[in-house]
């Protein structure tokens, strides 16, 4: 394939509003399927389709891995038909990969406790506070600029989501305490809100591979398991737990499908607990007997009815 046509392909992403992650992504996806096919690419087939799924897993990827590349194929080749109009067929009509639906992993009260008891920098502080209380994604987190922060009325703007959404989320306290403690440190004029603060990049915006470096670190600081994801996993479990509706939540986390919320619902377990014993004693208030003589009578219809 001409390197021209990835070009193009790339300028194409960023017309439709694709972030500088996911295009990255896409085009190092393709740049390894181009180099392992051994025929033009107006030749593939489901045939090659299948041998680079076998290929993938003989490098052990995971399922969901070779998911995102066969998306990404299937795109590039609709790019291809669509827009480069080449006379090919989508090799790609549907990805059907079963994939395992791990629930979402959530902090405890604990441990996220004694997650920020090891964040003493200002900065990586203001970082995974927004992440725990506003539910941001790391990307967005790298993206954020100085004036999408609305101290007045306590709100967040988050440009161009996941989809290209813009939405609102709101800061809590305790992060906005965070925020102006790293802010009152912050002598920059750059827009972009998380900076580089060593080495020859300092002053640049922090990358979303820098931020997952950060929590790696304070992971192994504190001997947890947690990632820049969990972070917002837990925000979500415990607004659900603080009797949140489930429709709040799906905006602020920007879900498109409410389903995407409700996977949620599977983990948080306090709410659940709560709702059956409530539910429970109702039902229980209904057919257990209220006093002596009903027992009696319960008790005398039940030997009647096994004679």
């Given at each position: 394939m001409e390197?021209?046509?990835?070009?193009?392909?790339?300028?194409?992403?960023?017309?439709?509003?694709?972030?500088?992650?996911?295009?990255?992504?896409?085009?190092?996806?393709m740049d390894q399927f181009i180099r392992w096919l051994k025929v033009p690419i107006r030749e593939v087939t489901r045939r090659e389709i299948g041998s680079y799924v076998d290929?993938?897993?003989?490098?052990?990827?995971?399922?969901?891995t070779i998911t995102c590349h066969l998306h990404t194929i299937r795109l590039f080749f609709d790019y291809l038909i669509t827009e480069e109009r080449m006379d090919v067929?989508?090799?790609?009509?549907?990805?059907?990969?079963?994939?395992?639906?791990?629930?979402?992993?959530?902090?405890?009260?604990?441990?996220?406790?004694?997650?920020?008891?090891?964040?003493?920098?200002?900065?990586?502080?203001?970082?995974?506070?927004?992440?725990?209380?506003?539910?941001?994604?790391?990307?967005?987190?790298?993206?954020?600029?100085?004036?999408?922060?609305?101290?007045?009325?306590?709100?967040?703007?988050v440009s161009r989501g996941?989809?290209?959404?813009?939405?609102?989320?709101?800061?809590?306290?305790?992060?906005?305490?965070?925020?102006?403690?790293?802010?009152?440190?912050?002598?920059?004029?750059?827009?972009a809100l998380f900076l580089v603060q060593k080495g020859p990049l300092t002053g640049t915006p922090i990358s979303v591979r820098g931020i997952q470096k950060r929590i790696e670190h304070y992971a192994k600081k504190s001997g947890l398991t947690v990632s820049c994801h969990q972070l917002r996993h837990t925000m979500a479990t415990q607004l659900l737990n603080a009797d949140a509706d489930l429709v709040t939540i799906q905006d602020l986390l920007g879900h498109s499908q409410v389903t995407t919320t409700q996977r949620y619902c599977r983990v948080s377990n306090l709410k659940?607990?709560?709702?059956?014993?409530?539910?429970?004693?109702?039902?229980m208030e209904r057919t257990q007997p209220r006093n002596k003589d009903d027992a009696a009578m319960n008790e005398k219809y039940t030997e009647e009815n096994m004679v």
């Open positions: 390197p021209t046509e990835l070009t193009r392909y790339r300028r194409s992403l960023k017309r439709k509003n694709y972030s500088a992650h996911t295009v990255k992504n896409y085009l190092s996806i290929h993938l897993l003989r490098g052990r990827k995971t399922p969901k067929a989508n090799p790609i009509t549907k990805v059907s990969l079963r994939l395992p639906k791990p629930l979402p992993r959530h902090l405890l009260d604990i441990q996220v406790t004694r997650l920020f008891a090891v964040i003493t920098d200002e900065r990586d502080r203001a970082i995974f506070m927004l992440m725990l209380r506003c539910g941001l994604r790391v990307e967005e987190v790298a993206t954020l600029t100085v004036d999408a922060v609305d101290y007045h009325r306590r709100q967040l703007l996941k989809g290209g959404k813009d939405r609102v989320v709101y800061i809590s306290e305790d992060a906005r305490l965070a925020l102006k403690a790293y802010l009152t440190k912050r002598s920059s004029k750059t827009q659940v607990q709560r709702d059956y014993y409530k539910a429970i004693q109702v039902v």
